[in-house]
């Protein structure tokens, strides 16, 4: 069974590293993010689209590759998985952020509410004061994240809607599209 | 008494407080979900969910620990070689502990910058402990390890549990090495993460904890060494020919290939199966015995930990593990209800049930029972079972109203943890945490007075024949 997890692992390694083939480089972040379903593995799929810079610039492959570390980082020390879940792994008392990036409720709620004009501007200016722009009696608390930070954490997000997640979570790409 | 055998006594002293811990945080844990502006921006659900499990994996480790040197020196005829390193690590471990809990308490969490790694949260679940806590965890294990390898080569004796158990400590030791590292790629994160949560969990601490219960079914009921060795032998071999790729239930969703979702979910199906032999093992050997025992608090509790691990750890894994259902039941509550039920059947019963059974030969008293404990016993388990009950409620109105109506958006989220269901079960959890609570203080009043009026009256009762 060990040899067999060994090669397993070597394989599963190998296609989940940033550019392998289930998850692409970091500077995909440069690119338009969708999630659609495929009709040939009947589930649903990220879709890289056209070039869509964030925060209004295109990062080469190194400055993408930094800004994902300090996303970590940022992410590690705050200890959002012990209230997040990513890739549905980590504590239940917020929200998944998988495809958080995709999130409909971006442009339908925190937009207007923090007077952005886009979605990158919307969670920057969210994840800065979450205390401020309350939306449900579950708020997140106020993290002290500089602005560097939660910019770092924002590219990080949008990296992560990217990666084939076999499909899960199922149904957001049709609720995405509804909305 | 070994020398040995009293730090196993302070194990337990130091493993039953931290379970005490482990409930408050868990109960303030279950009251954000009832009134969401408790303590907001001063101390937030996630650090008192950091202290809940983290606790939860200290408590049990030390109990574990704890009921190695309680019956190694037994099984090898004399004392554990270094113990005084292992007397001095018990004190470095506990100060550790209780310098983690402060920092998590005060100052909760760092800039971004490895400082904060190193001395103040980690931010991974189970793992948060920052590093220089986690090389305390090490360097404990790592004496743990010595003492039972050296104690077993200086006595030039060797058992078929002892062997079991020294084969299972090295990758023990080796696997909490995955706590250190911080990597950018989040598939690989979890990836690694899992190696450790699940191979401890699912794989070693099994191991470990089989090894345990075979020591104690020799003690408690006299069951000969030929058979609970031929069980271990038979579990080991189940829990390695399952458990190991039963990992892949965890690659599903992380970005590894698909080709997870047919490996996990097949062998995640057969991972009950060294849970049902131990229900086996423990119904047979009661069969044998008539049920009849002299510590009955101890014997109990084992039948606990083997229908608890059974259910909580066996079923409710399998109801959840086949990929067609972990789709909608992966990252909701449901989880939270297996995770409940399989770490409180699985290893919580079979520590009380080990520290029982030290206590009837500390006190030696031959007549080894309580009311208390049956409070305990009854009160324990019917509040686990009540949150298990209540967690699953609110975890399958998730599955239902966020992942397969809603996707999983933040509205299809907010939705589920409204609906009337999930709330009443927030509430069902709450109330049963409190019934928990109490078994606790059952428990404890109980392994602070048990044996000792019977050892005095038992002259007194004498006399007259």
Not at chain 1, 38 to 53: F, K, N
Not at chain 2, 181 to 210: F, Q, R
Not at chain 2, 319 to 343: C, D, E, K, R
Request: aromatic share 16%.
């Amino acid at each position: 069974m060990l040899v067999v997890l060994a090669f397993l692992t070597i394989d599963s390694l190998d296609a989940s590293r940033a550019g392998g083939r289930q998850v692409p480089d970091y500077d995909v972040i440069n690119q338009h993010i969708g999630y659609t379903y495929d009709w040939s593995r009947r589930l649903e799929v990220p879709v890289i689209g056209p070039a869509e810079p964030l925060f209004g610039r295109t990062y080469s492959l190194q400055e993408a590759s930094g800004l994902m570390s300090f996303g970590k980082l940022v992410i590690q020390s705050r200890a959002c998985m012990d209230c997040h879940t990513f890739f549905g792994n980590g504590a239940y008392y917020g929200p998944d952020l998988t495809k958080a990036w995709l999130d409909p409720a971006w442009s339908q709620i925190w937009m207007p509410m923090t007077g952005s004009s886009t979605r990158e501007a919307a969670m920057v200016a969210f994840l800065m004061h979450p205390d401020q722009y309350p939306t449900w009696t579950r708020r997140m608390p106020n993290l002290h994240l500089t602005r560097a930070e939660a910019q770092a954490v924002v590219a990080y997000l949008k990296w992560m809607s990217a990666i084939d997640t076999n499909g899960f979570p199922a149904h957001f790409g049709r609720i995405q599209a509804q909305n | 008494m070994y020398r040995s055998q009293k730090l196993a006594l302070r194990y337990f002293i130091a493993a039953i407080t931290l379970f005490g811990v482990m409930i408050a945080a868990g109960l303030l844990s279950a009251l954000y979900y009832i009134d969401p502006a408790l303590l907001y921006n001063v101390f937030d659900f996630q650090m008192a969910k950091i202290l809940h499990i983290d606790t939860l994996i200290i408590w049990l480790l030390m109990g574990f620990i704890g009921a190695v040197y309680w019956f190694l020196p037994k099984e090898l005829g004399r004392e554990v070689v270094g113990i005084w390193v292992a007397e001095l690590l018990f004190y470095v471990f506990c100060s550790a502990v209780a310098v983690v809990a402060v920092v998590f308490v005060v100052v909760q969490y760092g800039g971004s910058n490895e400082f904060s790694m190193w001395f103040i949260n980690q931010g991974r679940k189970y793992v948060e402990a920052p590093r220089w806590a986690a090389v305390g965890v090490v360097a404990v294990v790592l004496t743990f390890v010595f003492n039972v390898t050296a104690t077993a080569w200086q006595a030039r004796r060797i058992t078929g549990v002892l062997g079991v158990l020294i084969l299972d400590l090295v990758p023990l030791a080796v696997l909490y090495l995955d706590a250190f590292p911080k990597i950018t790629n989040m598939s690989h994160d979890l990836y690694w993460w899992w190696w450790l949560v699940h191979m401890w969990v699912e794989a070693t601490w099994e191991v470990l904890i089989g090894c345990l219960m075979a020591w104690s079914l020799m003690e408690l009921m006299g069951t000969s060494r030929r058979i609970v060795e031929t069980w271990l032998y038979i579990e080991v071999m189940l829990v390695l020919g399952t458990g190991i790729l039963g990992l892949g239930h965890h690659y599903f969703w992380i970005g590894t290939p698909q080709y997870w979702l047919s490996i996990g979910g097949f062998f995640s199906a057969l991972e009950p199966l060294p849970l049902l032999g131990m229900v086996v093992h423990a119904v047979y050997d009661a069969g044998t015995h008539h049920m009849k025992t002299t510590n009955r608090p101890a014997f109990y509790w084992v039948l606990a930990e083997a229908f608890g691990n059974f259910i909580g750890a066996g079923v409710f894994g399998f109801m959840m593990t086949l990929p067609q259902i972990n789709l909608y039941s992966h990252g909701t509550q449901w989880t939270v209800s297996h995770g409940h039920f399989a770490f409180w059947g699985a290893y919580a019963c079979g520590v009380i049930a080990i520290m029982y059974l030290v206590l009837q030969r500390t006190r030696s008293a031959e007549h080894f029972d309580s009311r208390a404990w049956k409070w305990g016993f009854g009160l324990l388990n019917l509040g686990l079972v009540g949150m298990v009950g209540g967690l699953l409620i609110a975890g399958i109105t998730q599955a239902i109203y966020e992942r397969a109506e809603g996707g999983s958006t933040l509205q299809a989220f907010v939705a589920a943890s409204e609906h009337p269901w999930f709330r009443s079960a927030m509430y069902a959890r709450f109330i049963f945490g409190i019934v928990f609570a109490l078994g606790y203080f059952a428990l404890v009043y109980d392994l602070l007075a048990i044996g000792r009026r019977a050892a005095v009256a038992a002259p007194t009762q004498a006399a007259p024949a």
